[in-house]
């Protein structure tokens, strides 16, 4: 039987996922999309065109691969449809390929409203979402009056909901009304559109494996964001770990084959919440400058820092990571020396070596760090692990050491043809 391989981030999500996606779509026939919304941003190039996948798995880019919307995303229509009319202008044919679970969640017009006015009562306290309605539809989603996918093809099912949801909308934002009706017919015609997508997902991707057909299980955003075993509250709303798979997609666990963690060689985050090795002023600026670490679907400015090691180390216990697949060393070239964080001291005098869950002691921690020397050789475009400067070879073994995890993939720059594998996750 074909093995099947779960992608997913092992650090605060923006770890270059679309890239590794993209280029292990060949060895695999379906590629699953499990949990998140539009909020993820997947960049993927090819021969230096720039492709931006919000929705769509990332395996869409290469002909004859099927790929798959699971019940665990939000799926708001009109990003979807938009996603879908972008690819077609640049030549990517989606029919026949692109599949939507019937139990998938929609996002509707008054969850963006929602999000933006949930954030504005936080104030200091915000999350930093990207206010695009993705955690009021899973709080619909859990409180059992969200909209499926399959309500689109039923008309009557529909209006209930919507009129429903619209009203009460309307008793929390007074100062607007929104008419349900409008909503109803606006989704009525996604409906339309949308309805040759909606299969079972879990009956497909069944039948699918009972054929031998491989699949790769994609994931959005990454552990430490993870709704369970994220720095909560600063997560967002959906399993990003591997158990997000199982819920999120119909299958069993004992469908996931490998566990391949996608981590940067140093570290980044988006929004509010505690980010141990965070690099401020100069060289902070560097590696933002240097990485384009600017979000692919907001734009907004990234957070960077240091390899985290105790942050990965918590990825891959939670994930059973049986890989890593390590992007952007290239942005590390020319630094006089790159560290690593292996531990933290807290305020109360302890040194931690474990990820906590009580976000005051990691806010109050400061990180303990193993300095090795940098390189001034170029590491972009290298496609031979041997062919890295020996210091980079050095830095990528010490990660090795301080996480467990042997790393496959090596990515040396944003092109698909910019890597280094270094071992079959299959065989």
Request: glycine share 12%; aromatic share 6%.
């Amino acid at each position: 039987m074909a093995k099947n391989l779960a992608v997913l981030g092992a650090q605060w999500g923006d770890e270059g996922k679309g890239k590794i996606v993209d280029l292990l779509t060949p060895r695999f026939s379906v590629v699953a999309r499990y949990q998140g919304g539009h909020n993820a941003g997947h960049t993927v190039y090819v021969k230096g065109q720039k492709f931006v996948l919000h929705l769509i798995p990332s395996g869409i880019l290469h002909d004859g691969v099927t790929c798959l919307i699971g019940n665990g995303v939000v799926v708001d229509p009109a990003a979807l449809f938009a996603e879908v009319d972008e690819l077609a202008h640049l030549n990517i044919a989606v029919d026949g390929r692109l599949l939507v679970s019937d139990r998938a969640h929609l996002i509707l017009p008054y969850h963006r409203e929602l999000d933006i006015l949930s954030e504005a009562r936080r104030g200091e306290r915000r999350i930093g979402t990207t206010s695009r309605g993705i955690g009021p539809a899973y709080e619909d989603k859990i409180a059992r009056r969200g909209i499926r996918a399959c309500d689109l093809l039923n008309p009557t099912l529909l209006e209930d909901g919507v009129r429903e949801n619209v009203k009460a909308r309307n008793r929390v934002i007074k100062d607007t009304t929104l008419d349900w009706k409008q909503v109803y017919d606006q989704f009525l015609a996604y409906g339309e559109r949308l309805a040759p997508c909606i299969v079972d997902a879990s009956v497909y991707l069944t039948e699918a494996m009972k054929q031998g057909r491989a699949v790769m299980f994609e994931g959005a955003q990454g552990t430490l964001l993870d709704i369970d075993h994220g720095t909560y509250p600063f997560v967002t709303s959906s399993n990003a770990s591997v158990g997000g798979v199982a819920t999120g997609l119909g299958v069993p666990p004992r469908a996931v084959g490998v566990v391949l963690g996608v981590a940067k060689a140093y570290t980044t985050r988006v929004g509010e919440g505690p980010l141990p090795t965070e690099l401020t002023g100069e060289l902070g600026n560097r590696l933002r400058e240097s990485g384009q670490e600017y979000g692919a679907s907001t734009g907004r400015p990234r957070r960077c820092g240091w390899f985290d090691a105790v942050a990965v180390r918590f990825s891959a216990r939670v994930n059973g990571l049986d890989a890593l697949a390590l992007t952007k060393l290239d942005v590390l070239d020319g630094l006089p020396s790159v560290s690593i964080c292996t531990g933290y001291n807290c305020a109360d005098g302890k040194v931690l070596h474990e990820f906590p869950a009580d976000l005051t002691q990691l806010a109050g921690c400061t990180p303990i760090y193993e300095e090795l020397p940098g390189w001034t050789t170029p590491t972009r475009g290298v496609q031979q692990f041997d062919s890295l400067p020996a210091e980079a070879r050095a830095y990528i073994a010490r990660l090795e050491d301080v996480t467990g995890v042997p790393a496959a993939i090596v990515s040396t720059g944003s092109d698909r043809e910019e890597t280094i594998v270094r071992t079959d996750l299959l065989d």
